[in-house]
Each structure stands twice: as structure tokens, then as C-alpha cells.
């Protein structure tokens, strides 16, 4: 398990009509941001309980929320030391609480219940503790991001695109046949530890594009309902 950090973390949705504006800000900016890591696929398996309670939190805002997910990298189907990550959120402070363990969708048929109860069983008793009633598999979202960093290492930049998700709610077996696009749009996010906030606050002043409250799992819900 990871010691979770607090941060802040803002998110900026950007029609792709403006993102030449919204990179070229980023490039000039006196921060001096720069490529840290090389691109590469996010995939996140999003849990919740049999009532959405944690797609309810999300979409009211309330002050303290969780999102329940796991996540690996590149490969959608071959998974490679996947996570299961929950992410807590208080008074506009978030934080990541992380354990890695095993979850492959080929030793288990692509069983929903199979593949999740492996995955339980692989877990230390704490993380098995804090994942609870949320074992109902919801979506999996899928993206592409990059990433970016200031030359002071005191933010970090991701800009998300091709962003689709798979519905899991109805079935049985994993779905990764029938992917629906979140939208023709890219997602800023800018996020930097507790202490470096005013930091922040300053480079999203100068933004040419204003913050906005986003939620991939909650925009995947949503766009799954009304397809």
C-alpha cells in the first residue's frame, strides 16, 4: 500500500478547438513545463455498490466523496500490474490510497465475479477492508495521456484524449467489444501537493479556459445511459 499525499487537482475540459491555444499556453508559460513520461494508455475498471452510491456522491458534490477503481496501463486486455485505487476527496483536498494486486482477465474466462473475487483474495486484509461493498463492475474507461511536468517539479500537467468507455453494469462477462466516446473534447488536469496550492492558483489565472467540475466516471454513466 502507497502513504497517501494530499493534493489539489483541477480539471479543465477543452474543446478541440482550442487545444493548439491551451497547449501553447502551457509550452510559454514561465513554469516552463516539459514532457516528464512518455505517453501511454490509462485504462480504469470504475467499482461501485448495487445502488451507484459513489456515482450519487460524485454527481450531488458533496464534500467528501470516493471513487472506487482499478487501473493498469496500455494494453486493454493483457493486464500488467494493475492497481486498485481508491480516491478520496475532502474540502477540495484529494488523496490516492493504493494497492497493487492481481487481476488478470484470462486466468478466470473473462467471469466478472471470477476475476473479482481473485482479486479480493490477492489483497492484504486492509485493503480488502477499505474495498467493502464496492464490487459491482461499472465501467471501464480507456484514454490516452500525456504528461507534463514544471521545471520547478512543484505541478504536474496531463492533457487525456480518444477517451471511451466500456459498459460492464449488465454483463456477466468482461465487454470490451462496445466502446462509447466520452465526448470530442480533452481534459486538462493540473495537480500539485497541499503546500505548493498558491502555486497553482496563480497558473490557473492566467488559463485561457476557466476550471469546470469533471468526472470520468460520471460522464461515462452518463453518456452509457442516454447512447
Not at 470530442?184 to 490557473?204: C, G, N, R, S
Amino acid at each position: 500500500m502507497t502513504q497517501p499525499s494530499r493534493r489539489f487537482e483541477v480539471k479543465i475540459p477543452i474543446p478541440l478547438n482550442r487545444l493548439h491555444t491551451v497547449q501553447a499556453w502551457l509550452n510559454s508559460h514561465a513554469l516552463g513545463f516539459e514532457k516528464c513520461y512518455p505517453d501511454r494508455f490509462v485504462n480504469s475498471l470504475y467499482l461501485d455498490d448495487a445502488h451507484l452510491e459513489r456515482y450519487e456522491e460524485n454527481l450531488s458534490g458533496i464534500s467528501f466523496r470516493k471513487k472506487v477503481r482499478i487501473r493498469w496501463y496500455d494494453d486493454l486486455a493483457d493486464v500488467h500490474n494493475a492497481k486498485l485505487e481508491f480516491k478520496l476527496r475532502e474540502a477540495g483536498k484529494g488523496y490516492k490510497v493504493t494497492f497493487g494486486l492481481d487481476f488478470d482477465f484470462n486466468k478466470n474466462r473473462a467471469q466478472w465475479p471470477s476475476i473479482l473475487r481473485y482479486a479480493y483474495r490477492s489483497l492484504p486484509h486492509r485493503g480488502q477492508i477499505l474495498w467493502g461493498n464496492e464490487q459491482m463492475p461499472v465501467l471501464i474507461c480507456r484514454y490516452q495521456r500525456q504528461y507534463f511536468e514544471s521545471t520547478c517539479r512543484r505541478i504536474r500537467a496531463t492533457f487525456d484524449q480518444d477517451m471511451h468507455v466500456y459498459d460492464q453494469r449488465y454483463h456477466a462477462k468482461l465487454n470490451l467489444h462496445k466502446q462509447v466516446s466520452l465526448g470530442a473534447y480533452v481534459l486538462l488536469e493540473l495537480k500539485t501537493d497541499e503546500q505548493y496550492e498558491p502555486d497553482l492558483a496563480a497558473l490557473i489565472a492566467t488559463c485561457p479556459l476557466r476550471p469546470s467540475r469533471h468526472s470520468k466516471y460520471v460522464n461515462g454513466i452518463r453518456m452509457l445511459t442516454w447512447y
